[in-house]
């Protein structure tokens, strides 16, 4: 097999690399573009012009594209999982308390509060809200997007291949692959490592990449609407990559022991004070 090539692009706000056994078809490389975009047009509360945006200035009934339908059920599991703690409503909460479409990173003196699931109605395709809400998907989207990637991939023809949207990673070859599990606090060091099977997702996600201010970073509390505290890094492995990123968020907020039984994943996480836990089945070596 030839050496992988590698396509690197910045999209949505991070980079990105594309690893493939020979280069992608401009065809194909336009098709990526497009469906990156077409989701961005959908989902992003950074831009003005998204459907995102029109849902947060008025109420109404809006017609959703059709990854909606899993992205919002995945929502609503993880919401009643963890009694509201995971929620796409924080979107306004984030904003004011800094991380908004200017990337202000000032906290406002009155943030508003988390919405409850109430505020939303949802019948495929559409969503209703009586009054404006903002909706944050970072919690799943990115991973959702890697996902839709893959299906671009596969649909024309390229079955073997690794897209990885900065942390969030789809795995689809014959080969596994080694990741390192970046420390924290620490970015020179690694805490582990995971060996990614063909047909894998692995998700990280950490307090230290978006934060300001003080102790505020961009993973918050849907019940307090304020930051979490105790947990600052998550790995999880799961069979797609929305999956795995919707969980690394839940374990900020959640005990794996809730998450297990209607699940299938494995994790790494650690706390503020340095120890770290992981599953008993995690594919790889924690070093910590």
Same mark, same amino acid.
């Given at each position: ?11 949505? #706000? ?32 950074? /831009? ?26 995945? &929502? %609503? ?6 009694? =509201? ?9 984030? *904003?004011?308390? #800094?991380?908004?479409?200017?990337y202000s990173l000032t906290e406002q003196a009155d943030p508003a509060p988390v919405p409850s ?18 909706? @944050?998907?970072? *919690? %799943? ?13 596969? =649909? %024309?023809?390229? @079955?073997? &291949? ?9 795995? /689809? ?32 996600? *950490?307090?230290?990449? /978006? *934060?300001?201010? @003080? ?9 307090? =609407? ?6 600052? %890094?998550?790995?999880?492995?799961? @069979? ?24 299938? &994943? ?8 340095? /120890? ?7 594919? =790889?070596?924690?070093?910590?």
């Amino acid at each position: 097999m030839p050496p992988p090539d590698a396509w690197q692009f910045e999209a949505i #706000g991070t980079a990105w690399q594309i690893d493939t056994a020979s280069p992608l078809t401009p065809e194909t490389r336009d098709a990526i573009t497009a469906r990156i975009e077409s989701f961005d047009a959908a989902w992003s509360r950074f /831009r003005d012009d998204s459907l995102v945006s029109q849902i947060a200035r008025s109420g109404g009934t809006w017609e959703l594209p059709d990854e909606a339908d899993k992205l919002l059920r995945l &929502y %609503a599991e993880l919401y009643e999982i963890t009694d =509201g703690a995971v929620t796409p409503l924080i979107g306004r909460a984030l *904003a004011d308390l #800094g991380y908004d479409a200017n990337y202000s990173l000032t906290e406002q003196a009155d943030p508003a509060p988390v919405p409850s699931w109430d505020a939303i109605a949802w019948h495929r395709p559409f969503l209703t809200n009586l009054s404006p809400v903002l909706l @944050d998907v970072g *919690a %799943a989207g990115k991973g959702l997007l890697v996902d839709l990637l893959g299906d671009v991939l596969e =649909g %024309a023809g390229v @079955d073997s &291949y690794t897209v990885d949207g900065s942390g969030d990673m789809l795995h /689809r070859s014959d080969k596994a692959l080694r990741i390192a599990l970046e420390h924290p606090a620490d970015t020179s060091r690694a805490i582990g490592v995971a060996e990614l099977a063909a047909g894998q997702a692995l998700c990280a996600s *950490a307090t230290n990449r /978006r *934060a300001w201010g @003080d102790g505020l970073h961009h993973v918050l509390d849907g019940r307090t =609407g304020r930051p979490t505290g105790d947990i600052i %890094a998550t790995w999880v492995i799961a @069979d797609s990559c929305m999956l795995a990123d919707g969980l690394a968020t839940a374990l900020f907020l959640a005990e794996p022991a809730q998450l297990m039984p209607r699940f299938t &994943y494995e994790f790494v996480r650690m706390h503020a004070d340095g /120890r770290v836990e992981w599953s008993p089945e995690f594919p =790889g070596e924690v070093f910590a």
